[in-house]
């Protein structure tokens, strides 16, 4: 627990300006962000009495070690940057909201010569229109099942329409009625377009002035005795406003507006988000939050803002926002609203009328949803808590391991050697932290030396960013100034960081030079864990502590779980430590380990895989999956095909002599398959027909 007075600004050396600071742990993590309209006053808040802290904040100020500050020039432009570092560095004592799925939205691909109507999830992208979100995919379903009567719009994927096209014919709702079928050329792309744009329009709120066209249509048509398509105008028109109905009018005068509110106690706090277009709820989705930082109604109002907008534009940002508390700085954060949507935004709170009534609504919501999560999660805190208690008890650990790491070793047979990095912190997984390894220190099948390479590996480059952060000074062990090594990250990692903005305090730690380490995320191997837990029993577990004993490192414990009773070994320890069956923390552990076993499977498999799909054509240069088909069409199997001349590999439609020659060049030099064997009567299978899966063609394993 470090002393806030041990790393305190000296006086007058912060700035009397907005900006944003960082607090950092020993680690140089950034475990907390803040804003300020005066850097001064705020961070002076900081360091007073301990005793005056809230408790959440004292928590921080002695988790830190370091604090960082970078002045801006506006209000607007910290509110900016304090988002961008939340999301960039996600610190452990910022509030974060949380849910336990990706909400559906009901997608238009504009961006497509064809456009298409489906349901997606996860990341925005560029060039689609999204409406929602909604509680469920089946409700998107229903909603464009009706919808899809009037605006016949592409549903298919690119196979499909890429197939139709190729065949001639389209698909089952081509047939219907539910589809254009602009694959065969039944409407041309502006008209296929036209469709989107409608469909989007009527989606959008714009319902009445569609329906009243459709109306007179029908009426036109009856006049004219065109009586068919002026009972499928009549159908269509029952489509639409049951398609309506399914999202009552909620507000008058067809209002564009978000509804935000907030029900929360000590611990936590849920949000939920009504999304209003056109006077109907379109869209609601919900948040649950730990309040780890000293917060009230309004600053979880501000941050609830920053989640929902601060990847938005222009329309996405309705014209009016209603919350039931405005934040602290309200000129400054509608400000930077109306800058997302490129014009102005109304902020407030609903005094009266119909928005306050639907407002107690969307609170009644909220505070249901922190019910449920509490009813989830009461038993699930206490639970963790206990195993991690249990662990620490069982190991001789000082504290509990908030952080686990644990290593397993997959094969097959010695062939595709890997290994699989796991972590969990508080008793969760933690999957940005996944890490994949390729054993390369020898070839065949030794778990216990892929172990202790393994964990060498990850702790060398432990030590080399504890170096270069310059926390201590390390005799560099062997081959630790490179890469982990061979390590795969499970995550795509984040790109180093750009040299530090002007304003950046005096002392601040080098990030100017732009090393990955100075960033202060958490997807590195420079966080420690307290506990390294292996899959396996004694020999694994001395391999383990071995590689940490040869790197000089003695304060992070070791333990290892065999699968076949379940036993806790430890170093040096002749009998294992048998925890209950019933135990949270032999519970924890399983989780673990199966954890780090399934991660490592996967990757195996992957590159099992990729390796099994490889043939020897595959080198040839110049031959395509056209050609090879064909080779293999002709002669039946590779094995017959490495039997052939370069005569008769020339009789293949589509051969030269010159690819003819490089493809019996690249057979004579790739080594036979080796023959398949029956297992059940020992018998070698012949391959006359098709391809074992080596020599291009498949087999079932």
């Given at each position: 627990?470090?002393?806030?007075?041990?790393?305190?600004?000296?006086?007058?050396?912060?700035?009397?300006?907005?900006?944003?600071?960082?607090?950092?742990?020993?680690?140089?993590?950034?475990?907390?962000?803040?804003?300020?309209?005066?850097?001064?006053?705020?961070?002076?808040?900081?360091?007073?009495?301990?005793?005056?802290?809230?408790?959440?904040?004292?928590?921080?100020?002695?988790?830190?070690?370091?604090?960082?500050?970078?002045?801006?020039?506006?209000?607007?432009?910290?509110?900016?940057?304090?988002?961008?570092?939340?999301?960039?560095?996600?610190?452990?004592?910022?509030?974060?909201?949380?849910?336990?799925?990706?909400?559906?939205?009901?997608?238009?691909?504009?961006?497509?010569?064809?456009?298409?109507?489906?349901?997606?999830?996860?990341?925005?992208?560029?060039?689609?229109?999204?409406?929602?979100?909604?509680?469920?995919?089946?409700?998107?379903?229903?909603?464009?099942?009706?919808?899809?009567?009037?605006?016949?719009?592409?549903?298919?994927?690119?196979?499909?329409?890429?197939?139709?096209?190729?065949?001639?014919?389209?698909?089952?709702?081509?047939?219907?009625?539910?589809?254009?079928?602009?694959?065969?050329?039944?409407?041309?792309?502006?008209?296929?377009?036209?469709?989107?744009?409608?469909?989007?329009?009527?989606?959008?709120?714009?319902?009445?002035?569609?329906?009243?066209?459709?109306?007179?249509?029908?009426?036109?048509?009856?006049?004219?005795?065109?009586?068919?398509?002026?009972?499928?105008?009549?159908?269509?028109?029952?489509?639409?406003?049951?398609?309506?109905?399914?999202?009552?009018?909620?507000?008058?005068?067809?209002?564009?507006?978000?509804?935000?509110?907030?029900?929360?106690?000590?611990?936590?706090?849920?949000?939920?988000?009504?999304?209003?277009?056109?006077?109907?709820?379109?869209?609601?989705?919900?948040?649950?939050t730990d309040k780890v930082e000293a917060v009230d109604t309004a600053g979880l109002v501000e941050h609830a803002l920053q989640q929902l907008y601060g990847d938005e534009t222009g329309d996405a940002v309705p014209k009016e926002v209603l919350v039931p508390a405005l934040?602290?700085?309200?000129?400054?954060?509608?400000?930077?609203?109306?800058?997302?949507?490129?014009?102005?935004?109304?902020?407030?709170?609903?005094?009266?009328?119909?928005?306050?009534?639907?407002?107690?609504?969307?609170?009644?919501?909220?505070?249901?949803?922190?019910?449920?999560?509490?009813?989830?999660?009461?038993?699930?805190?206490?639970?963790?808590?206990?195993?991690?208690?249990?662990?620490?008890?069982?190991?001789?650990?000082?504290?509990?391991?908030?952080?686990?790491?644990?290593?397993?070793?997959?094969?097959?047979?010695?062939?595709?050697?890997?290994?699989?990095?796991?972590?969990?912190?508080?008793?969760?997984?933690?999957?940005?932290?996944?890490?994949?390894?390729?054993?390369?220190?020898?070839?065949?099948?030794?778990?216990?030396?892929?172990?202790?390479?393994?964990?060498?590996?990850?702790?060398?480059?432990?030590?080399?960013?504890?170096?270069?952060?310059?926390?201590?000074?390390?005799?560099?062990?062997?081959?630790?100034?490179?890469?982990?090594?061979?390590?795969?990250?499970?995550?795509?990692?984040?790109?180093?960081?750009?040299?530090?903005?002007?304003?950046?305090?005096?002392?601040?730690?080098?990030?100017?030079?732009?090393?990955?380490?100075?960033?202060?995320?958490?997807?590195?191997?420079?966080?420690?864990?307290?506990?390294?837990?292996?899959?396996?029993?004694?020999?694994?577990?001395?391999?383990?502590?071995?590689?940490?004993?040869?790197?000089?490192?003695?304060?992070?414990?070791?333990?290892?779980?065999?699968?076949?009773?379940?036993?806790?070994?430890?170093?040096?320890?002749?009998?294992?430590?048998?925890?209950?069956?019933?135990?949270?923390?032999?519970?924890?552990?399983?989780?673990?380990?199966?954890?780090?076993?399934?991660?490592?499977?996967?990757?195996?498999?992957?590159?099992?895989?990729?390796?099994?799909?490889t043939s020897p054509l595959d080198d040839v240069p110049g031959l395509g999956d056209t050609r090879k088909q064909a080779l293999i069409k002709h002669f039946g199997s590779v094995k017959r095909l490495r039997q052939a001349t370069i005569e008769q590999i020339c009789e293949?439609?589509?051969?030269?002599?010159?690819?003819?020659?490089?493809?019996?060049?690249?057979?004579?030099?790739?080594?036979?398959?080796?023959?398949?064997?029956?297992?059940?009567?020992?018998?070698?299978?012949?391959?006359?027909?098709?391809?074992?899966?080596?020599?291009?063609?498949?087999?079932?394993?």
């Open positions: 627990m470090a002393d806030p007075s041990s790393y305190r600004p000296k006086p007058g050396q912060i700035p009397d300006s907005p900006g944003v600071y960082k607090f950092r742990d020993e680690h140089r993590r950034v475990i907390y962000v803040g804003k300020a309209k005066s850097l001064r006053q705020r961070l002076a808040n900081y360091f007073q009495d301990l005793a005056g802290l809230h408790p959440r904040t004292r928590t921080m100020v002695t988790t830190a070690a370091s604090v960082e500050w970078t002045v801006v020039s506006t209000e607007v432009e910290a509110l900016q940057l304090e988002y961008s570092w939340i999301k960039e560095f996600d610190p452990r004592f910022n509030v974060k909201y949380r849910d336990d799925k990706s909400y559906p939205y009901l997608a238009v691909t504009l961006n497509e010569d064809f456009p298409r109507v489906q349901v997606m999830r996860g990341q925005k992208r560029k060039g689609v229109r999204y409406f929602g979100p909604y509680s469920h995919a089946w409700a998107i379903r229903d909603t464009v099942d009706l919808l899809l009567r009037v605006f016949p719009v592409r549903t298919c994927s690119a196979g499909v329409f890429k197939n139709a096209e190729r065949t001639g014919r389209p698909c089952l709702l081509g047939y219907i009625g539910k589809c254009s079928a602009p694959c065969v050329g039944r409407v041309s792309p502006e008209e296929h377009r036209e469709l989107a744009e409608d469909f989007c329009d009527f989606m959008a709120g714009r319902t009445g002035t569609y329906i009243r066209r459709l109306e007179k249509d029908m009426m036109v048509a009856a006049e004219d005795m065109e009586y068919e398509r002026a009972a499928r105008l009549r159908d269509d028109i029952e489509a639409l406003k049951r398609a309506m109905e399914k999202s009552a009018v909620v507000l008058a005068d067809a209002t564009d507006a978000d509804l935000i509110a907030v029900a929360e106690d000590e611990l936590e706090a849920a949000v939920q988000i009504f999304h209003v277009r056109g006077g109907r709820v379109r869209g609601q989705r919900g948040w649950v934040p602290e700085d309200v000129e400054a954060v509608t400000q930077w609203l109306g800058g997302r949507r490129g014009s102005n935004v109304s902020l407030r709170i609903p005094q009266r009328g119909d928005k306050k009534a639907l407002m107690e609504t969307v609170g009644r919501n909220a505070q249901q949803a922190l019910v449920l999560h509490k009813t989830k999660r009461a038993s699930d805190l206490t639970t963790r808590s206990r195993a991690l208690e249990e662990i620490a008890e069982a190991l001789g650990l000082q504290t509990a391991p908030l952080r686990i790491e644990c290593f397993d070793i997959s094969h097959l047979q010695g062939e595709d050697v890997v290994a699989s990095m796991v972590v969990f912190e508080d008793g969760l997984p933690r999957k940005s932290e996944y890490r994949r390894f390729q054993i390369r220190g020898f070839e065949g099948q030794d778990d216990v030396r892929s172990m202790h390479e393994v964990v060498s590996r990850r702790f060398k480059r432990y030590l080399a960013e504890r170096e270069r952060t310059g926390e201590w000074a390390v005799e560099e062990p062997d081959g630790a100034a490179g890469r982990a090594d061979g390590a795969i990250p499970g995550a795509v990692p984040a790109p180093g960081e750009a040299p530090a903005a002007p304003g950046t305090a005096p002392g601040e730690a080098p990030a100017a030079l732009g090393l990955a380490d100075e960033t202060g995320r958490p997807k590195k191997f420079a966080y420690p864990p307290q506990l390294v837990v292996v899959d396996g029993g004694r020999p694994q577990v001395a391999a383990a502590r071995r590689a940490l004993d040869e790197l000089g490192i003695d304060d992070v414990a070791v333990c290892g779980l065999a699968k076949r009773l379940e036993e806790v070994w430890l170093p040096d320890e002749e009998d294992p430590v048998v925890l209950p069956r019933s135990s949270e923390g032999l519970y924890l552990l399983q989780r673990v380990r199966d954890t780090a076993h399934d991660f490592a499977i996967r990757y195996q498999r992957s590159k099992r895989s990729k390796r099994i799909r293949v439609p589509g051969l030269g002599r010159k690819t003819a020659e490089a493809v019996a060049v690249a057979l004579a030099q790739a080594a036979p398959a080796a023959p398949a064997v029956n297992t059940a009567t020992g018998e070698i299978i012949e391959d006359d027909g098709g391809g074992t899966a080596q020599d291009g063609g498949s087999r079932d394993d």
